[in-house]
């Protein structure tokens, strides 16, 4: 199994900012990426590790944490943009889908099926 498919240019595009790299001197597929979007009180810290299909989402409002995720060896990152809508498909398992949206206003949506 290889890296996500989402790629570098996906995550800029998505987040809108450079991520914060862990290793300076290590490409971006082998390295853990942290991404930060703030609108309002909200704010969305997503870290991704490609190759190791590894990802960390935090949302909160102001200091208060809503919402975590620590997922190890997810199934795949997808960036979807359809026309005006830019979403982040984070394929859990077989049966479990994340959805991220950071426009009009951050929203994440987990869809569980049997």
Known sequence: M?????????????????????D??????????????????????????PSYRDVRIILKSGTHILYELNAMGVADVRYHNEGNRELLEIELGNHDQLWVRLKPAIGICHEARE
């Open 24 to 49: 300076a001197d290590v490409p971006w597929t082998y390295n853990d990426a942290l991404y930060e979007f703030s609108l309002g009180e909200l704010s969305l810290s997503c870290a991704v590790a």
């Open 2 to 22: 290889g890296a996500i498919s989402a790629d570098e240019l996906d995550l800029l595009t998505f987040f809108e900012c450079e991520p914060k790299l862990r």
